[in-house]
């Protein structure tokens, strides 16, 4: 019962249910009373409380601390306790000091001896929700009993204010199906009586406790939390719910999308001086590293996380940073460091009573024996965690233990024990960061047991997962890592499906795993290549090793990492990257053959190569058939490859120096035997000049001149129309490109200023490209050739072609470093692939053009396929370098063709021929090559 309850004012009284509703409603309400009755403290008691029901703390504060001056003047303890508990919930608000749970109690004692129970509960209703925060939700129930008879009074709502709370605390206790019932009838009664921001509070609690089990509901409750706190214009909820949706993001497996809300969730915690929030977001800023093999950044961030909580007193959450650092040690290989924090966390984990904590600690201390071959010490660990798991309710994380001893069992050779732990490992199928692992060991078991067709359906689904993860992320670097965690499966794959004979199967998983990074850079931004990465993680490293590394530096450079990755967000937000990436179907292989006989007509023949287990896969499709064949990748087919393709075997290989020297009995003998390798037979039968020959590489075979492998008596490029493709895949994309004009931008650069060797005939090669195109032209020459002035001129429309006679350069191991040397700067990769070029074709009469940067994974970084990435239709380009002027009938005959209606590929293979017929060099024409030219001709 509420003792001498104190004279409110009802205009008060007013103004905060006004707040419980619309607090920008109630603001203009109190601020009209102000306006009336400025010196009254009531009225700016309103005012402040409508500003912090509105999470507007600084503005609340000085309204506050205004009227608890007049209130001391005349001596109202209600307005002086009321102003008390406001500026204790800024503080609150803030997190400014970890003991704001105890002043908030003394006040609730004040209040309450003073005879107010009423605002004593709520008081003690905002002691509980710190306490929660803080990490002791075990003190959060018995608080809740005390003021339990006082809510009820109350009514209906403010008990569920006080069970959502509650549904908080047992949650936090582990239970997450008790903690879920209890918030959704707290839910219902603010659905009810259409408090919507108690709703959106309660829908960010209900994402928290679904994130065990449903990740789907968990993001879309997210969601739908952030668009409420949006249209109430809560900044502080908006970042609590960006940071939840992160959270799940990154258990989805769409790490990039987990790192932008994340990252902007840390950004506005920070404008709040919210530390706890700042900790808790580095805290998932860690995870998403660390579920992208960067491991050094995750430490670092569990590192400064753990710091922060220690410093606001939330033992919790500090052990679970300590507990991922741990995690991130082992990553390292840092397993001595690992194991020693890890039996420091459980410890700690015990003596507070947080069994999730423990149970994960024993998860990790499993991997780390299973890693020192101590399998069976291992597998016991793994059940005692799978229990403690099974009994706090957190079925996924008891699923994770059993997929790991499946994994052990597969390793020991026991098939059958292993199926039967992956069988109970059901429950992780929502989550692909482990679908993919459990669907390859279910595969590795029925392999095991003679059903290859059954092996291969789930190496499928596997490899399909593992695609979809990495088609979300846009750092190929980060990208070659998942994918490197994948490689035994791409390997069973294809080897399964190739003893199946299944070609159609073997180019499902080529394609799955193949131009990804074209993708990302049809919708990327610029990024840094990937020195600045090792320089960074470098950087991260040494930190971490110092036992009292400066905190300063330790932020920024966890800032500057985070910065670096977020340059490869896409310009059209990271939800475009997900909708539009993620395969939503296999390789359609009716619909690529309908595009191909559309685009190039009747007769064409795409091989498509893969490697794996040092066997090559070449699948060959054609208009009515496909094929497999599989070589062993031996040493003298690499041999062959690497004559062909590596600069310092060119004068060698391309002046047929082995035959000039008698080593070879006959002329050509390296790259005829290279053809008979990567041409099988029934290809060789199908071509004619006239016909189309795609070629989709991999690995080193995307270094090979194609059009200069000997056929008998004849180059590939006089027998038929050699084109490169990133993918099949890509084929309607690419086919649906057709040039918006028929003007020339004709650029050149003869004078580098010392940076490069000059090149005095580019501007001769500039006139006779002038002098044949018959369109509109306009030309940028040395001082004009500035990056502003060639995009500038790439924005405007109107564009057929652009020819660019100038010096690039791919670097070793730094594809994103790749550039066109212009005259004030470098034009580099990643700004060619931001340009948009409308389906024109583009020339590119310069060293390295065509040579590419090949990560694990099939991630290829390349000039030419930037210009693909930019819209271009066709990208002709050399895999090496001509000296100055030696190109130019070369380039005279291209365009002659291209005058002529021919399209780009068929002018560029005209053109090699017509060289070859007047004896040119093979070093002269051999290196050029078309790519994609899937599209309308141009109109000229």
């Known amino acids: 019962m509420n003792r001498g309850r104190p004279a409110i004012p009802i205009a008060f009284r007013r103004t905060m249910a006004a707040a419980e509703r619309s607090p920008r409603r109630a603001m203009a309400i109190a601020r009209r009373m102000v306006r009336r009755r400025p010196k009254d403290p009531w009225a700016l008691l309103s005012l402040a409380a409508a500003l912090l029901g509105w999470e507007r703390p600084a503005e609340a504060r000085r309204a506050l601390e205004a009227a608890r001056a007049i209130f001391l003047r005349r001596g109202c303890a209600p307005g002086l306790f009321r102003c008390d508990y406001g500026l204790l919930q800024i503080d609150r608000l803030a997190f400014a000091r970890p003991n704001i749970d105890v002043d908030l109690g003394d006040l609730a004692d004040q209040i309450a001896a003073s005879g107010d129970d009423l605002l004593a509960a709520m008081v003690r209703l905002d002691q ?99 668009a409420m706190a949006a249209q109430a214009d809560l900044p502080f909820l908006m970042a609590r ?102 039996d420091e966390v459980e410890r700690e984990a015990a003596t507070h009573g947080y069994r999730t904590e423990v149970a994960e600690v024993w998860s990790e201390q499993a991997a780390l024996l299973a890693e020192r071959g101590r399998s069976a010490e291992a597998d016991a660990r793994y059940d005692q965690a799978h229990d403690l798991f099974a009994d706090l309710g957190d079925r996924v994380a008891a699923a994770g233990c059993r997929l790991d001893q499946g994994w052990l069992a597969v390793e020991a050779g026991d098939l059958g024990w292993a199926e039967a732990r992956f ?219 690497r004559h062909a393709s590596q600069p310092s075997y060119r ?4 002046n047929d120096a082995p035959f000039a020297h008698r080593i070879t009995a006959r002329p050509w003998d390296g790259l005829r035997r290279l053809a008979d390798a990567l041409l099988p037979p029934q290809v060789l ?20 001149p194609w059009a200069a492998l000997r056929l008998e008596d004849a180059w590939l490029a006089e027998r038929a129309v050699v084109q490169v493709l990133p993918s099949l895949s890509a084929a309607p994309q690419l086919a649906g490109r057709r040039p918006n004009g028929r003007g020339a931008l004709l650029v050149g650069c003869i004078a580098f200023g010392g940076q490069a060797a000059p090149l005095p005939e580019v501007a001769a090669e500039l006139d006779r490209v002038g002098a044949i195109w018959p369109g509109p032209q306009r030309r940028l020459l040395d001082e004009a050739a500035t990056c502003d002035a060639l995009l500038a001129a790439l924005a405007e429309p109107g564009l057929g072609v652009l020819h660019l006679a100038t010096h690039a350069q791919l670097l070793p191991k730094q594809g994103r470093a790749a550039h066109i040397k212009l005259c004030d700067k470098d034009l580099r990769l990643d700004a060619v692939a931001g340009t948009r070029l ?31 990435a930019a819209g271009a239709a066709a990208v002709l380009s050399s895999q090496w370098p001509v000296a100055d002027g030696d190109a130019l009938p070369l380039i005279e005959s291209l365009y002659a063709a291209l005058l002529r209606g021919d399209d780009p590929a068929l002018a560029l293979a005209l053109a090699q021929r017509e060289a070859i017929a007047a004896g040119m ?7 050029m090559l078309a790519f994609g030219g899937l599209g309308d001709t141009l109109s000229i």
């Open 128 to 226: 509980a929700h710190q306490l929660n925060v803080r990490g002791a939700p075990h003190a959060v129930t018995a608080l809740l009993s005390q003021i339990a008879p006082t809510m009820r009074i109350r009514g209906p709502v403010a008990m569920a204010r006080m069970r959502r709370i509650e549904g908080v605390a047992i949650f936090r206790q582990g239970n997450s199906t008790e903690a879920m019932a209890i918030l959704r009838n707290a839910e219902r009664v603010f659905l009810r009586h259409r408090l919507w921001i108690d709703v959106a509070r309660c829908w960010f609690e209900l994402a928290a406790a679904a994130q065990r089990e449903d990740l789907d509901t968990a993001r879309a409750l997210s969601a739908l939390a952030e």
């Open 241 to 342: 719910c960006r940071e939840r949706g992160g959270a799940t993001a990154a258990q989805q497996g769409c790490y990039d999308l987990s790192l932008q809300q994340t990252m902007a969730a840390r950004d506005g915690f920070r404008s709040f001086g919210r530390w706890v929030d700042v900790a808790t977001s580095l805290l998932h800023i860690g995870n998403v590293y660390f579920y992208t093999d960067h491991w050094e950044a995750a430490a670092v961030a569990y590192l400064r996380a753990e710091v922060q909580f220690a410093e606001i007193g939330n033992i919790g959450n500090r052990t679970i940073a300590r507990l991922r650092r741990a995690m991130a040690y082992r990553r390292m290989g840092r397993a001595d460091a690992a194991q020693d924090l890890l």
């Open 685 to 704: 039968r199908r071509l004619a000049p006239d016909r189309r020959l795609l070629i989709v590489p991999a690995r080193s075979l995307h270094g090979l």
């Open 423 to 641: 069988v109970a490992a059901a429950a992780l199928r929502h989550k692909p960061s482990h679908t993919w692992r459990l669907a390859h060991g279910l595969g590795r078991c029925a392999e095991g047991r003679g059903d290859g067709r059954a092996a291969l359906e789930h190496y499928l689904a596997a490899s399909d997962t593992v695609a979809a993860l990495r088609s979300q992320i846009a750092d190929e670097r980060t990208s070659s890592q998942l994918y490197a965690q994948a490689a035994r499966l791409h390997a069973d794959a294809l080897r399964i499906a190739t003893d199946l004979g299944d070609p159609a199967a073997v180019l499902r998983l080529a394609e799955g795993q193949r131009a990804l990074t074209l993708r990302r850079l049809m919708l990327g931004e610029s990024a840094p290549h990937q020195g600045a990465f090792a320089d960074l993680s470098a950087q991260l490293a040494v930190l971490l090793d110092q036992p009292r590394a400066d905190e300063v530096a330790l932020d920024a450079a966890l800032d500057a990492y985070g910065d670096a990755v977020m340059r490869f967000r896409p310009r059209e937000g990271v939800p475009a990257i997900i909708d539009r990436l993620i395969p939503s179907r296999p390789i359609n292989l009716g619909e690529i053959r309908r595009t191909l006989r559309a685009a190039l007509g009747p007769g064409w023949t795409a091989l498509v190569y893969s490697v794996a287990d040092k066997r090559l896969h070449i699948v060959c499709l054609s208009d009515d058939g496909i094929d497999l064949t599989v070589l062993p990748k031996g040493e003298d087919l690499k041999r062959l490859i």
């Open 838 to 868: 409308g389906g024109a074709t583009v020339v590119l009469s310069a060293c390295d053009g065509a040579a590419a940067d090949v990560l694990p994974g099939e991630e290829v970084l390349s000039l030419s396929w930037a210009f693909l």
């Open 651 to 654: 004068y060698y290989t391309y």
């Open 921 to 927: 060099a093979t070093q002269l024409w051999g290196g």
